[in-house]
């Protein structure tokens, strides 16, 4: 068997990886490579079927944006988003910190079944849940406001973040509190002036994941808001884009194709620190 | 223990204690009671509303029983979203677990540009869904499908093929599916490559030193070690396909004829486009016992799976 070293061997081993990453990265990156096509795309072109749709038969143009940011809400719904997202964000951080905290450290036995409650709140999805709210929005008079978002979405993320942030600070050695409480702080003096600040890469995890839930959510919105200048990117674009049935698939690509590159790299630096969480929390 | 004395000697120690509980609870208790109010609440009045008359349009509602069910039941668009929700969710996980564990052990090697390849690979999950699944839609588009023009160019199908992806029934079940498999195969993949990383390099180089071949390996030590991992994996996709709605709503409506129907999406058109609420949320309520079924099963095995 220790002929597996050969030059040819590990050749055509090394070939093969290469066949299979290949084939993986196509599969799971062409999408966004059309895009990226079509967004540059002159519509005339778009349309002819007589031409190579991989190629830029006409001269790759700007008038796709151009109508994405002026001729459409997208730029409203783009703020809209962010709006949301920041107001969700700092419920999540005020409710899922000090949560993480107590499961980890100061609740016993109860505090781990409650764990595993929050963990099933996962079971009831919002497409269980959007029924109800449409009504208990209406009931506050939210409809059609992006307070309705705001008030709705923490009730998944703080779920999500308080289970991530209960992983991050169980692998905080206990002696950095109890070193601190010994030079005389309170519980939680040792927890607001030292675990918080230690924790910081795992809060701005939650951050960015808190976000990005914000950013993919679809039901809610869908259910909540009917008015085009109200919606969220995720529910706008696929909704409001799509005139009738001519769809302007230059913009449409483009509006998706901004949205998606940004959080694209950002979520890509905390995706270990991600699983990491996730996984502790899951199997301990 | 309960001895007077014992009880004088620990009073310091113990009011410590119960303070350390009481600042424990006090930190829970926002996100619990949050939870409790957005996540309980709705959930009982799901429940309420599905065995009333609650329709979009009327403030009162009546107490009707299970008459909601019953009407369900008669309904063979349920049974078939019922069908149709179980096979788009076993075949796509199926599909996930077996690829994501090729893609995971593929990449848990070293190799040149490795970053960008993972970057790549993490496209389809971190871009907001609802937007990637429009992607799709145009590579679907009925006349511009790039997927078609390809396979034409070189010479798969011939001059009279073209088929409608999202048009024609059983292709529109396989293509949702595999915008399904698209979207959780990057979330799979780094939780079962977390998995494989976690195994100590001794275990890998005894078993190099026994001359155990790489399928054996493979069947034997690396995957039976990543098993917990991989469930919960399975687990996350299994509760995010079964209950989802995007994929669907965006791509097909749940049609040609109801044929790509899911419960998610048909709770939807019924309760909040057709108004009919306590319809609507009777239908969704029958997502419910089947995810808990689903973690149940999952976590016990992981559990019994981490133990031996």
Not at chain 1, 247 to 269: D, E, K, Q
Request: hydrophobic share 55%.
């Amino acid at each position: 068997m220790e002929m597996a070293s050969t030059p040819l061997r590990r050749w055509i081993s090394r070939g093969g990886h290469f066949v299979i990453v290949a084939a993986f990265v196509t599969f799971c990156a062409f999408p966004f490579y059309w895009m990226l096509i079509t967004t540059f795309k002159d519509t005339h072109d778009l349309i002819n079927t007589a031409n190579n749709p991989l190629l830029f038969n006409n001269p790759p143009t700007l008038e796709n944006l151009r109508v994405l940011f002026l001729d459409t809400q997208f730029g409203r719904w783009l703020v809209n988003t962010l709006v949301v997202g920041l107001a969700v964000v700092a419920i999540t951080l005020a409710l899922a910190v000090p949560a993480g905290y107590s499961l980890a450290r100061l609740a016993g036995r109860w505090g781990q079944q409650l764990a595993i409650g929050i963990f099933l709140t996962y079971l009831i999805p919002p497409t269980i849940l959007f029924i109800p709210f449409s009504r208990i929005i209406g009931a506050f008079g939210l409809q059609d406001s992006l307070w309705s978002l705001v008030l709705v979405y923490p009730s998944f993320t703080v779920p999500f973040c308080t289970w991530l942030l209960m992983g991050f600070f169980k692998t905080i050695p206990k002696d950095v509190e109890e070193a601190a409480m010994i030079d005389g702080l309170s519980r939680f003096g040792a927890f607001f002036k030292v675990v918080v600040p230690i924790s910081m890469p795992g809060i701005l995890t939650v951050v960015i994941f808190a976000f990005t839930l914000v950013m993919q959510e679809f039901v809610y919105a869908l259910t909540f808001i009917t008015s085009s200048s109200q919606y969220t990117v995720s529910v706008g674009v696929p909704t409001f884009l799509v005139r009738g049935d001519v769809y302007f698939w230059g913009s449409l690509m483009g509006a998706c194709l901004i949205v998606s590159i940004p959080i694209a790299v950002i979520y890509n630096f905390f995706v270990d620190r991600f699983v990491a969480g996730f996984t502790v929390g899951a199997i301990k | 223990m309960i001895a007077g004395a014992d009880a004088a000697r620990t009073r310091g120690l113990r009011r410590f204690i119960d303070n350390e509980r009481w600042l424990g609870r006090l930190l829970l208790a926002p996100a619990v009671i949050y939870i409790v109010a957005l996540v309980g609440f709705p959930f009982l009045l799901a429940i309420y509303y599905s065995l009333s008359d609650a329709t979009v349009g009327s403030r009162t509602l009546h107490f009707v029983g299970l008459r909601n069910y019953g009407q369900i039941m008669d309904n063979p668009t349920f049974w078939e979203s019922l069908r149709n929700a179980i096979v788009f969710t076993l075949v796509s996980q199926v599909l996930v677990v077996v690829l994501a564990k090729i893609l995971a052990l593929a990449l848990n090697r070293n190799f040149r540009g490795k970053w960008l390849v993972r970057f790549l690979i993490l496209l389809p999950w971190v871009a907001p869904i609802s937007l990637g699944v429009i992607g799709w839609l145009w590579i679907f588009d009925p006349v511009y499908s790039i997927i078609n023009w390809g396979l034409r160019a070189i010479g798969v199908f011939g001059p009279n093929t073209w088929p409608i992806w999202l048009g024609q029934p059983n292709l529109a079940m396989a293509s949702v599916i595999m915008v399904d498999v698209w979207r959780l195969l990057p979330l799979a993949t780094v939780i079962i490559l977390a998995g494989l990383s976690s195994i100590p390099q001794d275990i890998h180089d005894a078993a190099a030193v026994d001359g155990v071949g790489f399928w054996r390996h493979l069947f034997r030590i690396t995957i039976p070690l990543v098993m917990p991992i991989m469930l919960v994996a399975l687990l996350f996709g299994v509760v995010f396909t079964f209950t989802d709605m995007i994929v669907i709503f965006v791509l097909t409506r749940g049609g040609p004829y109801d044929t790509t129907q899911v419960l998610a999406s048909y709770a939807f058109f019924t309760g909040i486009q057709g108004g009919n609420l306590a319809d609507g949320a009777a239908i969704s309520l029958f997502l419910f016992p089947v995810l808990v079924g689903v973690a149940v099963l999952f976590l016990t095995m992981a559990r019994r799976a981490e133990v031996t």
